[in-house]
């Protein structure tokens, strides 16, 4: 594992950290293979997020987040969630999933129903029209990861980045 190396103090790269070609100067004098492949993870992620939320959004006319929601109750048992699992399932706020829902109530694609067991909870299903839009993103999306995960990758690429990506997907790791 390579270690961080810095400029020394007083050498001209160091100078108020000013910006060349878009980087910090500091940043530009670091050599770190960690930094490398975190920022080729995080840029990997970034793109690949872009590509596919902006093709979601022209082909099924949803965002990504509406696509998270609607698969994460599609794929709960008895295809219903709680206002609070959904909010740990998509990682937003109790209040952000209440805005979220809000809208995509408004849009008809989900409806909240009073759970019958607690009435203090409320669920979250899908309504048809729900269904089928997430019939209609599942392929789309499958069709942006075909195109802009798998093609660029062949089956030894694919292999290893399963195996690592499971790993780092452990929990505990």
Same mark, same amino acid.
């Given at each position: 594992?390579?270690?961080?190396?810095?400029?020394?103090?007083?050498?001209?790269?160091?100078?108020?950290?000013?910006?060349?070609?878009?980087?910090?100067?500091?940043?530009?004098?670091?050599?770190?293979?960690?930094?490398?492949?975190?920022?080729?993870?995080?840029?990997?992620?970034?793109?690949?997020?872009?590509?596919?939320?902006?093709?979601?959004?022209?082909? $099924?006319?949803? /965002?990504?987040?509406?696509?998270?929601?609607?698969?994460? +109750?599609? =794929?709960?048992? #008895? %295809?219903?969630?709680?206002?609070?699992?959904?909010?740990?399932?998509?990682?937003?706020?109790?209040?952000?999933?209440?805005?979220?829902?809000?809208?995509?109530?408004?849009?008809?694609?989900?409806?909240?129903?009073?759970?019958?067991?607690?009435?203090?909870?409320?669920?979250? $299903?899908?309504? /048809?029209?729900?269904?089928?839009?997430?019939?209609?993103? +599942?392929? =789309?999306?499958? #069709? %942006?990861?075909?195109?802009?995960?798998?093609?660029?990758?062949?089956?030894?690429?694919?292999?290893?980045?399963?195996?690592?990506?499971?790993?780092?997907?452990?929990?505990?790791?």
């Amino acid at each position: 594992m390579s270690t961080a190396t810095f400029p020394e103090q007083g050498d001209a790269v160091h100078d108020d950290a000013r910006a060349v070609g878009g980087t910090c100067e500091i940043l530009a004098g670091i050599d770190d293979g960690r930094l490398r492949l975190m920022g080729l993870l995080v840029g990997a992620q970034r793109r690949l997020s872009y590509l596919l939320g902006r093709e979601l959004e022209e082909s $099924v006319g949803i /965002p990504m987040v509406w696509f998270d929601v609607l698969l994460h +109750i599609g =794929a709960a048992p #008895e %295809g219903r969630l709680t206002m609070s699992k959904l909010s740990t399932e998509v990682a937003l706020t109790t209040g952000g999933v209440t805005r979220l829902v809000d809208r995509m109530v408004e849009a008809g694609m989900v409806a909240r129903q009073n759970c019958p067991s607690d009435r203090r909870s409320v669920h979250v $299903v899908l309504t /048809p029209t729900g269904r089928s839009t997430l019939g209609r993103a +599942i392929a =789309a999306h499958i #069709e %942006g990861i075909d195109r802009h995960l798998m093609a660029p990758l062949d089956d030894k690429d694919r292999a290893a980045l399963t195996v690592a990506l499971s790993k780092l997907a452990r929990p505990g790791c």
